[in-house]
């Protein structure tokens, strides 16, 4: 008779954080530093926003920095504070420590996006590129994984948050979609990356193991 190990699941193909108490700490506390970030804008004399992006300019490309943890008032604030929970949460699948590299890639190609093409004279702020990043990450990860679990996530993502890539649209005066476009495009890197890195993990682990089953008569 014959006897293995039961088929592994593929690298890559988690839909949920390994540590959700973890992750979901991760995701509060950043969260939470977008509202203390708002409420000393508020409290202090200085202007914190004038801190984010000003397209083409030295002076403003360490806005890439700082963007992102700054918002043009609570409304704007508010509005971001969902998809920032929801998506951070779901992109710590992989463990937090692809979820820093992942938003490092997203942060960084949105940012310099916007510095890039953003119309001249204008202060670029909010974290929505990175939701659109985070977003762009799970609806294409399953895709790259070949994951049926993944892409069922995908589709209820795009369900219920579908109407917000219309934003990588130009066409809505004072929304960056600038942001929202290289935000997402950061997040299909980032995806494409994170995949290749599995399968080249899975690759060399193949190649060093043994027989996994024993045969008897």
């Not at 804008?41 to 700054?70: M, N």
């Not at 043009?72 to 920032?84: C, E, K, M, Q």
């Not at 219309?166 to 066409?171: D, F, I, K, N, R």
């Not at 980032?190 to 993990?201: H, T, Y």
């Amino acid at each position: 008779m014959t006897s293995g190990q039961g088929t592994q699941k593929k690298p890559g193909a988690r839909i949920l954080p390994p540590k959700p108490l973890a992750a979901g700490i991760v995701a509060l506390s950043f969260t939470a530093l977008l509202y203390l970030v708002e409420l000393l804008d508020v409290i202090l004399p200085a202007d914190l926003d004038g801190g984010g992006i000003r397209a083409r300019s030295l002076s403003g490309l360490d806005g890439v920095a700082w963007a992102p943890l700054l918002h043009d008032g609570w409304s704007h604030l508010f509005a971001n504070t969902v998809p920032v929970l929801v998506f951070a949460f779901l992109a710590m699948a992989g463990g937090i420590g692809q979820w820093i590299a992942v938003t490092a890639t997203i942060w960084i190609v949105g940012g310099l996006g916007v510095w890039l093409t953003a119309p001249p004279n204008v202060v670029t702020v909010g974290a929505s590129g990175l939701a659109f990043g985070w977003l762009a990450f799970l609806l294409v990860r399953g895709l790259f994984n070949r994951s049926f679990g993944q892409l069922a996530v995908a589709a209820v993502l795009l369900f219920v948050w579908g109407g917000m890539l219309w934003g990588v649209l130009p066409g809505n005066p004072g929304i960056s979609w600038q942001g929202h476009l290289f935000g997402a495009l950061g997040g299909v890197l980032a995806a494409w990356v994170v995949a290749k890195s599995d399968r080249s993990r899975a690759g060399k682990s193949k190649g060093t193991q043994g027989p996994t089953g024993t045969l008897g008569v």
